[in-house]
């Protein structure tokens, strides 16, 4: 038996338990999705440039400003690293929200989203693991240098990653104006009150996949989407079946 669900309209917060209600609301998607990725390419491939470049300072590789401390010219070569890595990861992310990606698959769907993460890494870590063994070094450079860039990589990495990632999925059933319904506290929203993911809950928020959207509910439930699946694939195949005895 379905567990049965105290119902809060997303647009008005009464209590609709027992009635449905669909919200038509619009999809704004204005931007350039390929203009901002073609940004986040080019600010990344900078940052990457500025990490070889400190490289190059903090082991005196590149002998510029000799007044300064070479420790001291890699971080300023490391905060531009991390500024790029940051700027271009709001470019990726803001690009995905305008065109995003399908949740079919998991892991490509995080990593598409979570690019930014990745190039966090790529920016920072080689130059932690150059610094650390290279034997010319002394350690407070080691010590410094390795302190301040796990702190601008953590810093990258938190900034990068996207919390609340879109899919296509999701735009499709906002387009739709599709009835859904969801937790205050959940990342996912439900096309199915029954949903077997929901029987933990006793207060559900219902409205258009939009407004889930807008609460940051941007992917949809996996266990949805298979109904939802099943019941299209069921009703093609129920369509395919018709077609003939139609023809005769």
């Known amino acids: 038996m379905a567990k049965e669900h105290k119902i809060i309209q997303a647009s008005t917060g009464k209590n609709v338990t027992g009635k ?3 919200v038509s609301h619009a999809v704004a998607s204005g931007g350039n999705a390929t203009g901002l990725r073609v940004g986040a390419f080019v600010l990344w491939i900078f940052a990457l440039a500025f990490e070889v470049l400190a490289i190059a300072l903090i082991l005196e590789k590149l002998l510029i400003l000799p007044k300064i401390e070479p420790l001291y010219k890699g971080i300023g070569a490391l ?3 991390m500024a790029c890595v940051i700027i271009g990861s709001q470019f990726w992310k803001k690009a ?8 079919k698959n998991a892991l490509k769907f995080w990593l598409w989203n979570n690019m930014g993460v990745i190039v966090a890494a790529v920016a920072f870590i080689p130059f932690i693991v150059i610094l650390l063994t290279n034997k010319n070094a002394d350690k407070k450079t080691k010590a410094v240098g390795t302190v301040v860039a796990a702190i601008f990589l953590a810093i990258s990495g938190l900034a990068s990653y996207d919390w609340n990632p879109i899919s296509q999925e999701a735009v499709a059933a906002a387009t739709a104006g599709q009835v859904v ?5 959940g990342k996912k929203f439900h096309t199915h009150e029954d949903c077997q993911a929901l029987d933990r809950s006793d207060t559900l928020i219902t409205g258009s996949a939009a407004e889930a959207m807008d609460a940051g ?5 996996k266990f949805c989407e298979k109904k939802d699946s099943a019941a299209l694939e069921a009703a093609q195949n129920a369509i395919d079946s018709a077609a003939p005895a139609v023809n005769q």
């Open 20 to 22: 449905t209600q669909a």
């Open 79 to 81: 905060v531009l690293d």
């Open 96 to 103: 995905n929200h305008i065109d995003p990606a399908s949740q």
């Open 181 to 185: 319904y969801w937790t205050e506290h």
């Open 217 to 221: 509910k941007g992917t949809i439930c």
